[in-house]
């Protein structure tokens, strides 16, 4: 249902359900058991795609709205949302590559993900409406914070597949890559990020969810003293001094992470 590997400080999680990768309760208590491993020191960015011909269909109908009593389903979608929130949360940076189709519960694991690349040709949007449902795991205020609340509307009311392009064109998707690339590229930079200033990459997440909840004036109050334990850092401290010692043609800082 998903594989994990670790590699040079990257954890790549691989969506790996012979059903078009459905997302079910398998698939969750699989992405539930990875997040203690790639909550580990040793992981410095987490990557996650998908096998097969798509990256994912979302939710199985069958097993979640007909199987599922009520109760159930309401428990899997709060354990959903708190996979998420804990991805979103991770002090890490983390990348989601999608092809083919990116569906429903598919789009909305993709959108905890702080990077969001997709394959050219990649179909991609929320079909819950056809089922007289909305999407029920936290994508539609997701949508809303990357592209604002009249496009997350449109989106998640529309109950059809987009062109990746126009996800690009509204800040949903970070980049458009060759289908035939885009895993291999993706890769190489979640492992640029896995070997950068992983603590600097915190504060910038720590400051952009500040920023999302409380908006600019009260983001400004918490900057100082978020950025300035980062200023004695092992990887400032060391980029710094290379920077003096050898100035802007310095070789490339080997950062820790620390």
């Known amino acids: 249902m998903l594989k994990l590997k670790v590699k040079e400080g990257l954890a790549i999680l691989t969506l790996a359900n012979p059903d078009k990768n459905r997302l079910n309760r398998a698939v969750l208590e699989a992405l539930r058991a990875a997040l203690a491993r790639i909550s580990q020191a040793d992981v410095r960015a987490i990557f996650l795609k998908g096998e097969g011909p798509a990256f994912s269909f979302g939710a199985d109908v069958k097993e979640l709205f007909v199987d599922a009593s009520r109760h159930d389903l309401a428990r899997l979608l709060v354990e959903y949302l708190d996979f998420i929130g804990a991805v979103e949360a991770l002090p890490k940076p983390t990348i989601a590559a999608v ?98 200033p992983t603590r600097a990459f915190a504060a910038v997440k720590s400051l952009l969810r500040a920023y999302e909840q409380t908006g600019v004036p009260e983001t400004d109050k918490i900057t100082v003293a978020t950025v300035m334990p980062l200023m004695d850092s092992d990887d400032a401290v060391a980029a710094v001094t290379a920077l003096i010692s050898a100035g802007p043609k310095r070789g490339a800082v080997t950062f820790t992470g620390t």
């Open 99 to 196: 092809h083919g189709v990116c569906s429903s519960g598919g789009l909305e694991l993709a959108l905890a993900f702080d990077h969001l690349w997709a394959a050219a040709g990649t179909k991609i949007g929320f079909m819950e409406t056809t089922l007289a449902i909305p999407p029920l795991a936290g994508g539609i205020q997701r949508i809303a914070a990357r592209a604002g609340s009249a496009r997350a509307m449109e989106i998640a009311s529309a109950g059809r597949m987009y062109d990746v392009e126009s996800f690009e064109r509204w800040n949903i998707v970070n980049r458009i890559v060759a289908a035939e690339s885009l895993h291999t590229e993706a890769e190489a930079f979640a492992l640029k990020l896995s070997a950068g």
